[in-house]
């Protein structure tokens, strides 16, 4: 499977929007980018996922470079309460969603 | 619809004690997993399961034990609980394995061997 990189932290204003980047230069062509996010103390959350099409829903959105070595995700209009570690992951098959230790990000009144 | 539960919520166990850990779903899901996560890391996979009574292991599988009797439930058993196994501990569950697929997660147990 195809490792992430990803920043440690970041911060953004609360109403501001969130761009979070993730590098994936080992994609292969048939394996799907997936964005989730952990609260404090709380179980992951599923994002948003992607092939090789942006995609939008209505939590984020994801951007996927045209060669799919790396994608962005978008928090349009950040709150407090999307204060989080988020997890991009790139995986085929269930049992290889692996997670790393992905970016903390801080959301600033 | 609860999604995944776990109890309990958190327990202190002493070293060379055993447990487990109570996972349900009610989404009808075939496949299940475990996770574990340790302070400031990511979550590595125990053992997963795709229905009753198929069960292979994750990543760290060593010092615990897993069963899968109906769709519903996938218990993970801590049989001889040492220091190691302090942590914090997911269930989830997802309609598929073909990509793309969702995991749906419990709130987590949190537990301490001391």
């Known amino acids: 499977d195809a490792k992430t990189t990803q920043p440690t932290s970041m911060d953004c204003a609360e109403g501001r929007a969130a761009n979070l980047p993730c590098n994936h230069s080992?994609?292969?062509?048939?394996?799907?980018v997936y964005w989730y996010r952990q609260i404090h103390s709380q179980g992951p959350q599923y994002i948003i996922h992607?092939?090789?099409n942006n995609e939008t829903n209505e939590m984020a959105s994801l951007i996927i470079t045209e060669d799919r070595k790396s994608s962005t995700l978008i928090l349009p209009h950040a709150t407090l309460r999307d204060t989080a570690v988020y997890y991009c992951?790139?995986?085929?098959?269930?049992?290889?969603?692996?997670f790393g230790q992905g970016t903390r990000l801080t959301i600033n009144p | 619809n609860a999604g995944v539960t776990q109890t309990p919520k958190f327990r202190i166990l002493k070293i060379g004690q055993s447990m487990t850990l109570q996972c349900t779903q009610d989404?009808?899901?075939?496949?299940m997993y475990w996770y574990r996560q340790d302070p400031g890391m990511g979550l590595k996979l125990i053992y997963y399961?795709?229905?009753?009574?198929?069960?292979d292991k994750g990543e760290v599988p060593n010092g615990y034990n897993v069963s899968r009797s109906t769709t519903e439930d996938f218990p993970l058993r801590l049989e001889l609980a040492a220091p190691s196994q302090t942590s914090v501990y997911f269930c989830?569950?997802?309609?598929?394995?073909?990509?793309?697929?969702?995991?749906?997660f419990g709130p987590g147990t949190r537990l301490t061997v001391t």
């Open positions: 989830a569950s997802s309609q598929t394995l073909s990509d793309p697929y969702v995991q749906y």
């Open positions: 080992t994609i292969s062509g048939n394996e799907y």
């Open positions: 992607g092939l090789k």
């Open positions: 992951i790139v995986g085929k098959g269930a049992q290889k969603l692996v």
């Open positions: 989404m009808n899901h075939n496949y």
């Open positions: 399961s795709v229905g009753a009574g198929i069960t």
